[in-house]
């Protein structure tokens, strides 16, 4: 079922959606070469409890997951994509780490990701890094009244092939709401004109993830963490964005300069 939500409903998600952008930020800034995991973790956490905000992450145990998940932030470091599950490993110089949060604020969601390197840069990852940014700004100037899903879809991929990168279809964008998942399903390739016609209203987590060098994936033993099946690098980027008469409205945006 999809819910259309009212102008008030999307500012109190915007309200979220601004907290998450926030920390997402600052767990940006935290990361850093010997910089533990579990450190960025734990200030997720701090920062969870202060704002009064309760994780989407927190015991959630979807049918893929070996659940229930009991962190509020996924890192996903190198070849790791989706659902890094955190733990004891301190960041090196040239890791590629992609951060990945969902809280409620007074009953609703908001969902983002963001990848960054840490220490000195590889091109190739900056150029992966970049490809998944652009991919989700081009997604969201479609997003709006009278298009379709598949404009959104098709403007993902458009991105990926232009920069040569393959395309995973298993995970990619979803609504959200007063929970992190809500119906439609938004894959990351698709053909333009197709799909649920965009309405105001609509509320969606648009996002793009690339791995350099296949579309397939591998589970970790601990059930959660996705990879590259190839062992090359990922990079993931994504934004809650509302669909309103006017165009889309980035509810996660990070503050300026971040």
């Not at 309200?15 to 533990?36: M, R």
């Not at 609504?175 to 938004?186: S, V, Y």
């Amino acid at each position: 079922m999809i819910e259309l939500k009212s102008p008030q409903d999307i500012e109190r998600m915007h309200v979220t959606g601004q907290f998450v952008g926030q920390v997402l930020a600052e767990l940006g800034d935290l990361a850093a070469v010997g910089v533990d995991l579990m450190d960025l973790e734990h200030h997720a956490r701090r920062r969870i409890e202060e704002r009064g905000a309760e994780s989407c992450y927190w015991d959630y145990a979807p049918s893929f997951g070996r659940g229930p998940f009991r962190n509020v932030v996924c890192l996903s470091v190198n070849d790791a994509v989706l659902h890094g599950l955190p733990h004891r490993y301190k960041l090196r110089d040239g890791d590629l780490l992609s951060m990945d949060m969902a809280v409620r604020v007074d009953g609703w969601a908001a969902d983002s990701a963001h990848s960054v390197v840490v220490g000195t840069p590889a091109d190739a990852d900056l150029r992966l890094i970049e490809a998944t940014e652009v991919a989700l700004e081009a997604a969201i100037e479609v997003a709006r009244p009278g298009n379709r899903l598949g404009d959104i879809s098709a403007a993902i991929g458009a991105v990926a092939a232009e920069y040569g990168y393959p395309v995973n279809l298993e995970f990619g964008g979803h609504g959200i709401g007063r929970t992190m998942h809500e119906d439609l399903h938004i894959p990351n390739d698709g053909r333009p004109g197709r799909g649920w016609k965009l309405r105001p209203g609509l509320t969606i987590a648009i996002e793009p993830w690339f791995a350099a060098g296949t579309n397939k994936i591998v589970f970790d033993p601990d059930g959660w963490t996705i990879r590259s099946a190839d062992g090359s690098r990922t990079a993931h980027s994504e934004h809650t964005v509302a669909i309103t008469e006017t165009g889309p409205l980035v509810l996660t945006r990070r503050p300026a300069g971040t």
